[in-house]
């Protein structure tokens, strides 16, 4: 039962944009699975499910099975930067990344490797990291992005 209904939550938010636990709540109800939201907060964790910013500016669930830059970003990246940053800001086309003591070359490594559209290139030092974006809109995405990995 728990394997069926953990790979019903792979395919639906692989199929459609789901942003909040109720959300995925009611599609899994949709498709005759009755649970709790804390067997769904279990699923998630489990599933290594994580939240990042759509396209559209929206929220969305994405798996780390995907092959697209969220998914990437969201795997192995995700849980370094989570553990690693404590703050997130940009200047112009420069994002700063502010890390714990030792972690910012890990978390600048992970970084370079999701290879996110619009850096032009890293540079890490041991507390501190700095993204060069393209453009001032590449910067603010960037920074919106890990943002919502830190918070």
């Known amino acids: 039962m728990k394997a069926n209904r953990q790979q019903t939550i792979i395919r639906l938010i692989a199929s459609e944009e789901i942003d909040t636990q109720e959300g995925l ?4 109800a949709a498709e005759g699975y009755r649970v709790t939201q804390a067997t769904i907060s279990r699923d998630i964790r489990e599933l290594g499910i994580h ?11 994405v798996t780390r099975r995907g092959g697209d830059e ?3 970003l969201s795997s192995k990246f995700a849980i370094i930067f989570s553990e690693s940053a404590l703050s997130v800001n940009y200047a112009q086309n420069i994002v700063v990344v502010k890390c714990h003591t030792g972690m910012a070359n890990s978390a600048c ?14 540079l890490s030092g041991d507390d501190t990291f700095l ?18 990995l830190i918070e």
Do not use: H, P, Q, W
């Open 131 to 148: 993204i060069i974006a393209a453009t001032i809109e590449d910067a603010a995405n960037i920074c919106s992005l890990l943002c919502d």
């Open 51 to 61: 939240k990042v910013r759509g396209e559209n500016g929206g929220y969305r669930y």
């Open 109 to 122: 490594a992970t970084f370079d490797a999701a290879k996110i559209n619009g850096v032009i290139g890293t």
């Open 25 to 28: 709540l009611a599609c899994l």
């Open 70 to 72: 969220a998914s990437d």
